[in-house]
């Protein structure tokens, strides 16, 4: 697998805010350490481990943008959203229903769902686009 396109600190911060404008929620950042920390977990697994897909590299966004909490407010929400538009970058898709997404991030956030398990589940809803089918 060729190195994927990772996700930029501030395409994340534009996307929490876009969300909290959206959705609604507190405004800030928490944890600054944490959510860099977040943004490098995935490329970490990239470099380091020898059995690493694009949906388990999503699932390593997901899961720790969502865990450490790293903003005030929509952890859950940047989680997914962080987990989606990488895949996107990569020319994958993921398409889940919305009440899953829900219950899924919710299990993650509450420590009910290993960063494994999020990435079978991950797995599942997601496919390779167009361009990365060629």
């Known amino acids: 697998m060729s190195e994927p396109k ?3 600190r501030r395409w994340v911060d534009a996307i929490h805010y876009q969300q909290l404008q959206r959705f609604g929620g507190l405004f800030g950042v928490r944890d600054a350490g944490a959510i860099d920390a977040a943004l490098a977990r995935p490329r970490n697994r990239w470099e380091y ?3 690493v897909d ?3 590299l999503a699932a390593a966004y997901g899961f720790a943008l ?3 909490h790293g903003y005030v407010d929509g952890n ?3 989680g997914f959203m962080a987990m989606a538009i990488f895949l996107d970058l990569n ?3 993921l398409s889940a229903p919305e009440p899953e997404v829900v219950q899924v991030m ?3 956030a509450a420590g009910e769902m290993t960063e494994a398990e999020l990435a079978e589940w991950v797995r599942r809803y997601s496919e390779p686009g167009p361009a990365s089918a060629s």
Do not use: E, H, S
């Open 76 to 78: 859950k929400r940047i």
């Open 6 to 8: 990772w996700l930029q």
């Open 54 to 56: 694009l949906p388990g």
């Open 91 to 93: 020319d994958w898709r």
């Open 106 to 108: 919710v299990a993650v």
């Open 66 to 68: 969502t865990r450490t």
């Open 49 to 51: 481990n020898d059995d």
